[in-house]
């Protein structure tokens, strides 16, 4: 099965955390994420630029740099002809982060519309005591300041998630507030459930974060992940 294999990978390399390079496994739970993928040289990442074909999303992929555009490890709305200068600057800036950082790479992403969307936070958490704790709120770079977030024990039924939507106080941004078009509900629901179905079949999974998954009109797209395997 795909997902163990990616996450079995993780831990041959020795870490037990996982980043967007393991982004194929909300892939295999359907999970909808941009498209893109990780590669190892300046010039497969030109060439899945040209195959996105517009401008993209370039980040660090490095098991010792968790909070990635905290070093500027991000780059947003890179034109294809800057794709290969990016990718240095990118190496350059981890590694005076941190001389010996592990860098797997470099993501190359599709870019997600984020004026039409909402920014939220899924995750999970496992408890010793009521085990893995769903978390939905708010996102992006809102989690800390707003504090908008709700918890459940995974798994969730279909009305579980739903009320999850319902608990955080943004609730009425999703709903389409200040005459923008309503975020795909029934989408962002599936998404809570296929999330819960993960966690509870990987129980080595002991902490996980999609941070941000953009919700649309249209769908959602999960942008990145980190997780922590025990
Ligand atoms: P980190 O959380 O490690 O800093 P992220 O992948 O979450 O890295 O990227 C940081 C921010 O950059 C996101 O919260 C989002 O606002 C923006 N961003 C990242 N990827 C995309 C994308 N594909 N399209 C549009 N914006 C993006
Ligand atoms: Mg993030």
Redesign the pocket.
């Known amino acids: 099965e795909r997902a163990r294999e990616i996450l079995e990978s993780g831990a041959r390399r020795g870490s037990n955390r996982l980043?967007?390079e393991a982004m194929d496994l909300l892939d295999a739970y359907g999970i909808p994420t941009?498209q893109?993928d990780v590669v190892s040289s300046p010039v497969e990442a030109e060439a899945i630029a040209e195959e996105i074909g517009d401008d993209?999303?370039m980040?660090i992929v490095s098991p010792d740099?968790?909070?990635?555009?905290?070093i500027g490890?991000?780059e947003?709305g890179v034109p294809v002809e800057d794709v290969r200068d990016t990718y240095e600057d990118l190496v350059v800036r981890a590694r005076n982060y941190q001389e010996d950082a592990t860098i797997l790479g470099v993501q190359v992403?599709?870019?997600?519309?984020?004026d039409n969307g909402v920014?939220t936070i899924l995750g999970m958490n496992r408890d010793p005591q009521f085990g893995p704790l769903l978390l939905f709120g708010l996102?992006?770079?809102f989690v800390e300041v707003l504090e908008d977030n709700t918890v459940s024990v995974a798994p969730v039924s279909e009305n579980e998630a739903k009320g999850m939507l319902d608990d955080i106080d943004s609730a009425p941004l999703l709903r389409g507030a200040r005459g923008r078009d309503p975020v795909d509900e029934a989408t962002l629901v599936e998404t809570i459930q296929r999330l819960s179905q993960l966690v509870t079949d990987f129980p080595a999974i002991v902490e996980l974060d999609i941070?941000?998954l953009?919700a649309t009109p249209d769908g959602v797209?999960a942008?990145?992940l980190?997780l922590t395997l025990d």
């Open positions: 980043g967007v941009p893109g993209v999303v980040k740099i968790l909070h990635k555009s905290d490890g991000v947003v992403q599709e870019m997600v519309d984020l920014e996102g992006g770079i941070n941000p953009v797209q942008v990145d980190r």
